[in-house]
């Protein structure tokens, strides 16, 4: 009786398991170009209908996945006005530029991710430096531009003022 009732368990963890799985189809695959070796692949659930051109962003370096995101209802970077002038596009989807004007090895990847109704998108920001890229930015607010402001040699964040509050 015992047994049967474990094999009972495992067949319905095993069912449920099966149809959990979520069937993923890549929307972008490419290199990102900072020069670290780092390529990306960007996905949405087969039969996707809901907003949003990808829901999950995964990063590989060297083959082996360093990074990801899920549950993203991704758009294009329309919450921010002006990015560096050394920006380069990824796809149609995303943006790295440098961290700084100075640097060439540290890079920083933009995506944005739609928040629905009426508020700003949520941007968001990733380093992709020290081979352990992370969020160093994931903010709904919309960006006026992205630019070294204080002369420290680093791009700074100027967002658009929101209800009462100024710009800065």
Not at 63 to 90: C, M
Not at 96 to 102: E, Q
Not at 143 to 160: E, Q, T
Request: hydrophobic share 35%.
């Amino acid at each position: 009786m015992y047994t049967k009732a474990i094999l009972l368990a495992s067949v319905f963890l095993a069912c449920h398991a099966a149809t959990a799985k979520v069937s993923m189809v890549k929307v972008y695959s490419g290199k990102i170009p900072t020069g670290n070796g780092y390529t990306i692949k960007l996905e949405i659930p087969k039969d996707w209908d809901d907003p949003g051109a990808y829901t999950k962003v995964t990063l590989y370096q060297k083959g082996k996945s360093v990074f990801s995101l899920n549950e993203l209802q991704a758009s294009d970077l329309k919450n921010v006005d002006n990015f560096p002038e050394n920006t380069k596009n990824i796809g149609k989807y995303l943006k790295t530029f440098p961290l700084s004007f100075k640097s060439r090895s540290q890079h920083v990847l933009a995506m944005s991710n739609w928040m629905g109704g009426s508020s700003d998108d949520e941007l968001i920001l990733v380093s992709l430096f020290n081979h352990t890229p992370k969020v160093i930015f994931q903010k709904s607010v919309k960006v006026l531009f992205i630019k070294d402001f204080d002369g420290d040699g680093y791009y700074d964040i100027l967002k658009a003022g929101g209800r009462g509050e100024p710009n800065g």
